[in-house]
């Protein structure tokens, strides 16, 4: 008989059973009426999760194909951009306006530890014609969450640039509030806080952002926000878009909007809390000096091959827990508590790494 | 009590109930080996759709991101691209080559008409570099299909051109063989022959393409194929990608392997022929004067209101129609018979068309 697998990866995550059913329902044609009033309601709760009242954008593509779309659609060749960067995604960004011809201002941290706001400020001191900063709300690579309250006041005292937040793992579970921190475009992903299958990708983006769209040159066509702003306004997206994802994704929201998103981050918080104080209890040192709610981040003992651990836990056990990425491969494990992760995946997850702690110790 | 919708669209075309159980099963991992064994298990298994010993690349997004994704991974600033066009979608590829700055030689058929190989002969010979060729294999703007087999001929006659092919409503529907025909870049999406639900491409790029791909200067990240390429190399993927959706193709490919594709395409010419009868007794005039197998599109009579009838017929009846688009809009309407659209759909269809056809000659 196999076992009911039980996931704590930082997405995808589990799928609550009613939006697994949503997608299971017969799919519906784009171009229908029904669509275009599911697709509308989506983009409408996404307002409400992501705190705005700006227009949220919605393409079908993974996380990073948000990425690029905020870089080749805010983004000319010649401007300056500024990528503070917390971790793999952060580094991503780097990579992404390289590809376009562009050499950003980079402001890094060492892993685990969030943007620092007075590095930022001398940054931003030293190049007042910055056009675009791109930060991370949450990086999963590393398990810490930016102040980015405190950051985009930092932004907003030197410059006038657009503040960009990849908030792919972040959204729906640590708090944020897009317009009363002044953030101008928030990128997401469906597949974590959004409770929904990966494939679909949001983009709120505020009002004077759109100037800034107008005017950038970098070559666009499945990504043009122009073209997805139109579809928001005619109900109907230009392309043929993930049909079953939106109407899982409509579902994911309906069932947010009864928890409400204030509760959603409490729950967050609680299990972050519950995992770190269990963390605690069996002596494994947090890797994040500023942890999120998202996930945990764990430093394994010295000679413990952490890549062997979950591996032999995911065949054993059925649950899935991450690993370290690049350098920190083997070094660090990674247990995710958002979305529709519950305090029983987490106990499970809890006994499989005691039992095979307590084998290295003994 | 909510009728069960029949869809009679070119894609999303219906779902078999196996594709949707699939779908709703706990959702992978894509970090783990059985989410790697399903992946290349979708990969393989495409390569028999595709008649081909070449390498199927995969990808998260609408159909026209493979029409992008081969525009960027294969052209450089100044190349010079062809494009036969013969309805909207050979369009959109000339729309995304000016996007990026090139200006293709257009060489465009009246819509409802198939590409002429005489006229394609006469732009290669005046045209001698041209690096890429574009063609669809079917236009579902116009109903129409390309004898591919020839124009490809016709290519290599005159030029060394990288032969590249959308056959995003053709694949598993319309007979195609990439490797006999010496097609060099096969473009798809899940949601038409392939029975999935859409959110997910496929192109397959033949040996002596990837020079090009390698030299290739328009900038790419998201869609560049070399990542992708190594993907397929190392079974998982370089971003998360649409992981219920490839639960759902890997199933859908089960079923087209356990039919035969020559069975598929059979059937599917079947019901083009049973449509076209009916067409014909109820004096509904074909409107593509080379009618492909995957759709029939069909001229409405002088005064009728296409658009308000396939309003009518999914609103009394839950069965969607597809009408003309652009400047056909309210003249045509289209019929699909790929995929998973069954005879007893067509019967529902044919029933609901003729009741109101009867009304107006009344």
Request: aromatic content about 8%.
């Amino acid at each position: 008989m196999s076992k009911n697998a039980i996931m704590l990866t930082p997405g995808p995550t589990p799928l609550p059973p009613s939006v697994s059913h949503a997608m299971a329902k017969p799919i519906l044609h784009h171009r229908t009426k029904e669509f275009g009033e599911l697709f509308d309601f989506t983009l409408r709760e996404m307002q409400y999760v992501y705190r705005t009242k700006s227009t949220v954008l919605m393409m079908t593509c993974s996380g990073t194909g948000s990425m690029e779309s905020a870089v080749v659609n805010l983004l000319s060749p010649g401007d300056k951009a500024l990528v503070h960067t917390t971790g793999a995604f952060g580094d991503r960004f780097v990579k992404i306006l390289k590809t376009y011809g562009l050499f950003p201002i980079i402001v890094a941290e060492e892993w685990g530890h969030a943007a620092d706001p007075k590095k930022l400020a001398k940054a931003l001191k030293e190049n007042k014609d910055v056009r675009v900063v791109f930060f991370q709300h949450t990086d999963t690579s590393t398990g810490i969450v930016n102040d980015l309250k405190t950051l985009a006041d930092e932004v907003r005292k030197h410059s006038a640039a657009i503040i960009v937040v990849d908030s792919i793992s972040g959204l729906a579970a640590e708090p944020l509030e897009m317009d009363a921190w002044g953030l101008d475009v928030v990128l997401t992903g469906s597949q974590k806080g959004l409770m929904n299958a990966p494939g679909l990708a949001f983009a709120a983006v505020s009002e004077r952002t759109w100037k800034l769209v107008e005017t950038a040159s970098l070559p666009r066509f499945y990504y043009d926000w122009r073209t997805m702003l139109k579809s928001v306004k005619d109900k109907e997206t230009p392309y043929t878009p993930g049909v079953t994802l939106v109407m899982g994704q409509a579902e994911a929201l309906r069932l947010i909007r009864q928890e409400g998103i204030e509760n959603v981050w409490k729950r967050t918080a609680e299990l972050a809390k519950y995992t770190r104080a269990w963390a605690a209890r069996v002596d494994l040192p947090l890797f994040a000096a500023d942890p999120a709610n998202i996930l945990t981040a764990l430093k394994l003992p010295e000679g413990l091959d952490g890549q062997a651990l979950i591996q032999e836990i995911l065949r054993e056990e059925s649950i899935s827990i991450a690993g370290g990425q690049l350098h920190l491969k083997g070094k660090i494990i990674r247990i995710a508590h958002m979305g529709f992760i519950s305090k029983s995946d987490l106990d499970a997850g809890f006994a499989a790494l005691e039992k095979r702690l307590a084998r290295v110790k003994a």
